[in-house]
């Protein structure tokens, strides 16, 4: 038999053995009976040296074609084997599928919108960045004003624009869009140039609110902020209101809720006053409703300005405002 002879001959055994093996490790043996070391092929080279200069090219090609086929047909078969030869496990459990959720902040505003909604708000939604005016000289807080030291600003575009400092920024534009009577709310993100502690961060979030009528006074705004406490908190705890100063209201009010940490000893976290402070309050002041267009000698009402990062921590005793901000997911994962 001629050299070519016994090569066609190897590969139709090689087709039909590759074919029929049901195997990984029956193809692997058949990989070393056809080309390993010490298989028929493997001596080829040698009995292709002695051959004359025309026929070594030939039959040198032919080799190695040959060999090139196998070696297909093994690569072929075992990504079918690999394929077929998955077992399924009927009995093994199942990957957990993780599902997202709303984050505690989000839960909280939907909820403080709910209580507001049964109290006769209405949600309304403005800008994160907005002009000097809105967040400041429509409020009563000219340029050069020293209350302006008391929202450290991150400005943009050459102070052009600014990151709110305040929700309270949305009141004359929320009283020019919709008019009055008006009774609004809004919630969002905050920015602030400054240090952060365990009650301070310098992103947080905010939530506004405004009433305006013909006689809105201090004894609704005193309502409303407790029955709001009431249906958040589902406990009575201890309200104070105190003066405070707001270029935007007047007279102006701050609201403190007793420390839950200390149960009003004194701690480090309300700073040893036994009390935290969560809002600013007070009558909207005739310069922001003139800013508004509205008749100021007809109309007053009241505002009301709360730290949510601040009320959350209370509701859940979380005594650092950071963690809040922060992607710790052993963390998020607990609300
Ligand atoms: C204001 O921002 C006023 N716009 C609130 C207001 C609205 C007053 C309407 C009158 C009428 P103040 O800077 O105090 O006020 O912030 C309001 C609340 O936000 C604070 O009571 C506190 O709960 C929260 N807060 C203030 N600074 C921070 C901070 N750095 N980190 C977390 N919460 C803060």
């Not at 394929?83 to 009995?91: A, P, R």
């Not at 957990?96 to 909280?108: A, F, M, P, R, W």
């Not at 902020?225 to 705890?237: A, G, H, P, T, Y």
Request: include cysteine; aromatic fraction near 14%.
């Amino acid at each position: 038999m001629s050299l070519e002879e016994t090569l066609n001959k190897i590969w139709q055994e090689a087709e039909k053995e590759f074919t029929s093996v049901k195997s990984l490790s029956e193809l692997e043996n058949l990989l070393i009976k056809y080309l390993g070391r010490k298989s028929y092929l493997a001596n080829f080279p040698s009995l292709i040296k002695k051959l004359e200069i025309e026929e070594k090219r030939k039959i040198g090609s032919l080799y190695n074609e040959l060999k090139r086929k196998i070696e297909n047909l093994y690569r072929q078969k075992k990504e079918f084997l690999l394929e077929t030869n998955i077992k399924f496990d009927f009995e093994h459990p199942g990957r957990e599928i993780k599902v997202g959720k709303e984050h505690l902040i989000s839960q909280t505003i939907n909820k403080i919108f709910d209580i507001f909604i049964q109290l006769g708000f209405s949600v309304v939604d403005y800008a994160q960045i907005v002009d000097e005016k809105e967040n400041f000289d429509y409020l009563n807080i000219p340029p050069h004003h020293p209350a302006r030291d008391l929202w450290d600003t991150l400005w943009v575009k050459n102070r052009e624009l600014l990151f709110r400092t305040h929700t309270s920024c949305f009141q004359v534009p929320v009283l020019k869009k919709y008019g009055v009577p008006i009774r609004a709310i809004i919630a969002g993100k905050v920015f602030r140039y400054e240090a952060i502690d365990k009650t301070h961060d310098f992103e947080f979030y905010q939530l506004d609110g405004i009433s305006i009528s013909e006689n809105s006074n201090l004894g609704h705004l005193k309502y409303v902020v407790e029955k709001f406490f009431e249906r958040f908190f589902k406990e009575n705890l201890p309200v104070r209101f105190r003066p405070g100063y707001f270029p935007f209201v007047e007279p102006g009010l701050e609201i403190d809720i007793g420390c839950i940490f200390c149960k009003q000893r004194g701690c480090i976290i309300c700073k040893k006053t036994g009390f935290i402070e969560v809002a600013g309050a007070g009558m909207v002041h005739d310069f922001v409703l003139k800013s508004a267009g509205i008749d100021y000698k007809k109309y007053q009402g009241y505002a009301f300005g709360f730290g949510v990062d601040r009320l959350i921590m209370l509701e859940h005793g979380i005594d650092d405002i950071r963690i809040l901000h922060s992607s710790d997911l052993r963390f998020i994962r607990q609300f």
